[in-house]
């Protein structure tokens, strides 16, 4: 299909920050609005496994290059939240373990609903679900990478900089394969573009979205997504979702920026 699983496996690697010297910020501190959404990033990070956990429910399981590609996906996703955290350790702001379970708990039922709801649903759809899946993981991706980089370039700290660049460029191979997967799977199937276009639509929202209380979910996109750059920004992530086979005219980002009130 266009991207090399194998090698994209015998590559991946622990992000790389040691060389990075955090105790800049004990003289150059971020603001409180950008730790606050670096704490956002922080947890959506970590509740990776969690994502892998429901589509494991699902008919993605069974396709040999998904389950490798989720393997490294989940680690490297893993190493991503333990950069972001010791950054925000550096200014006083804890990640733990036991603050991201309790956070799960207070899902309450729509945590544990989850993965009952993915099975579902990717028995009802079929293998078409697959499709769903690699499409709503490419514009979950697009989203990160876009947000990193508005960050980077908002903030324009040289240390925080480098350190969200290093994590979009292995987002950036997130982005590969999900793109190369989703496009052969939805040209191969006009249902399975029908049903892509029917979940992304009516049921995608920000990352973290359902983690997170909205008011988190607005300060973070109203910080990045905000303005004449902020929405080219999102503008052009629609654009890269819309140029998928069968999914032309999709503004899902927009939408939900509009949706949370982000001017």
Known sequence: ????????????????????????????????????????????????????????????????????????????????????????GVHGVTVDYDALRASRVKLGWRDRLDPIKQSIAGALVGADFIAVHMSWGAANEWSAITAYQRMADLEADPVLAELLRRIAKQEARHVAFYTTQ????????????????????????????????RDEVRHVMTQLMSGDEGRRAARKVDESIAAMPGLAGLTIVQDALDGLGVA
């Open 1 to 88: 299909m266009g991207f090399d699983i194998d090698r994209y496996a015998a590559t991946s690697v622990r992000l790389e920050w040691d060389d990075l010297d955090l105790d800049w910020f004990r003289a150059h501190p971020l603001p409180s609005d950008t730790l606050r959404t670096l704490r956002y990033m922080a947890d959506v990070e970590y509740h990776t496994i969690c994502y892998t956990r429901d589509l494991l429910t699902t008919p993605s399981h069974r396709e040999p290059e998904v389950g490798a590609f989720m393997t490294m996906w989940n680690r490297e996703e893993f190493w991503h939240g333990e950069a972001l955290a010791a950054v925000l």
């Open 182 to 213: 989703a496009r052969a799977r939805l040209a191969a199937s006009r249902r399975a573009q029908q049903v892509t276009r029917f979940a992304l639509t009516r049921f995608w929202a920000p990352v973290g979205s359902s983690i997170q209380p």
